[in-house]
């Protein structure tokens, strides 16, 4: 998966989405608020007053909103949490912006690293799972949910993955990316309403071979892409462990089986 990121700050904020072309990355548990080090509660009104105001103002076009500022370990630097969730700095006039990686040298971490971990983590417990296709592969004991996309070529080699895997329960909420892949809805849609969506999803996704058509019925494929979206995912496959870490991408096995074992709860 290709998450959307800032290729441009000139002019306006770009974002690129693209299907698993990102190397993968794992998020961690949530924390709290602040990055490790950032006196947050220090933090002037005033100054995160005008941060949102400026930052807002100049993006307008691109309706770019401020969701949180924070206090950083540097002196006159703050953290900026923006729609999407994504991670800028910028000084307390946001006069000027970075956009990277802010590296704590003594410990040799990334503290925006670690931030996006943490807006990345997601409450496995609360994703609605009879919104999702699921497979009990064995004894299912191992849990998964994955945003998929049904014309996504990186989703499809992450289902080959799984067909080689025992012990697994895997839920998949469709998660069709209109704008890369037109006809991703409709197959969702008709996948959905087979009688059984199971052997459907798996037929088409592990030896590409579509059902007959089915009578259009009740499905669920808006509300998980935009669930997907809420959650910040851009692009697919995107993974959620039980333990709240998500990834983004594919990853193939053994590296795949032993995130999956790591990451229950």
Same mark, same amino acid.
């Given at each position: 998966?290709?998450?959307?990121?800032?290729?441009?700050?000139?002019?306006?904020?770009?974002?690129? #989405?693209?299907?698993?072309?990102?190397?993968?990355?794992? #998020?961690?548990?949530?924390?709290?608020?602040?990055?490790?080090? !950032?006196?947050?509660?220090?933090?002037?009104?005033?100054?995160?007053? *005008?941060? =949102?105001?400026?930052?807002?103002?100049?993006? #307008?076009?691109?309706?770019?909103?401020?969701?949180?500022?924070?206090? /950083?370990?540097? #002196?006159?630097?703050?953290?900026?949490?923006?729609?999407?969730? /994504?991670?800028?700095? *910028?000084?307390?006039?946001?006069?000027?912006?970075?956009?990277?990686?802010?590296?704590?040298?003594?410990?040799?971490?990334?503290?925006?690293?670690?931030?996006?971990?943490?807006?990345?983590?997601?409450?496995?417990?609360?994703?609605?799972?009879?919104?999702?296709?699921?497979? %009990? =592969?064995?004894?299912?004991?191992?849990?998964?949910?994955?945003? !998929? $996309?049904?014309?996504?070529?990186?989703?499809?080699?992450?289902?080959?993955?799984?067909?080689?895997? *025992? $012990?697994?329960?895997?839920?998949?909420?469709?998660?069709?990316? %209109? !704008?890369?892949?037109?006809?991703?809805? =409709?197959?969702?849609?008709?996948?959905?309403?087979?009688?059984?969506?199971?052997?459907?999803?798996? /037929?088409?996704?592990?030896?590409?071979?579509?059902?007959?058509?089915?009578?259009?019925? $009740?499905?669920?494929? $808006?509300?998980?892409? !935009?669930?997907?979206?809420?959650?910040?995912?851009?692009?697919?496959?995107?993974?959620?462990?039980?333990?709240? =870490? *998500?990834?983004?991408?594919?990853?193939?096995?053994?590296?795949?089986?032993?995130?999956?074992?790591?990451?229950?709860?």
């Amino acid at each position: 998966m290709n998450r959307k990121l800032l290729s441009a700050l000139s002019a306006a904020f770009l974002m690129l #989405a693209a299907c698993g072309e990102n190397q993968a990355q794992v #998020a961690k548990h949530p924390a709290p608020p602040a990055a490790k080090g !950032s006196p947050a509660a220090k933090l002037d009104p005033s100054v995160e007053k *005008t941060i =949102r105001t400026k930052l807002e103002k100049a993006y #307008a076009e691109q309706q770019l909103k401020v969701q949180a500022v924070y206090a /950083t370990p540097l #002196a006159h630097l703050y953290e900026v949490v923006l729609s999407g969730k /994504t991670v800028i700095y *910028t000084d307390a006039q946001a006069d000027y912006m970075l956009v990277g990686d802010f590296i704590d040298v003594k410990n040799r971490k990334s503290l925006t690293e670690e931030r996006n971990a943490e807006l990345s983590a997601v409450d496995f417990d609360s994703l609605p799972l009879d919104k999702a296709i699921k497979e %009990v =592969r064995g004894n299912g004991q191992l849990k998964i949910a994955v945003f !998929s $996309d049904p014309d996504c070529p990186y989703c499809k080699r992450l289902e080959h993955e799984f067909e080689k895997m *025992t $012990d697994i329960t895997i839920y998949n909420f469709m998660m069709p990316l %209109v !704008s890369l892949h037109p006809d991703a809805v =409709r197959k969702a849609e008709q996948i959905w309403c087979q009688p059984d969506r199971t052997a459907a999803w798996t /037929t088409w996704m592990r030896k590409g071979k579509m059902p007959p058509k089915a009578a259009d019925c $009740d499905n669920p494929v $808006d509300e998980t892409t !935009s669930l997907g979206e809420q959650l910040g995912f851009n692009g697919t496959p995107a993974l959620v462990f039980p333990n709240g =870490r *998500t990834q983004a991408g594919f990853s193939p096995l053994p590296h795949l089986e032993k995130l999956i074992k790591d990451n229950q709860k």
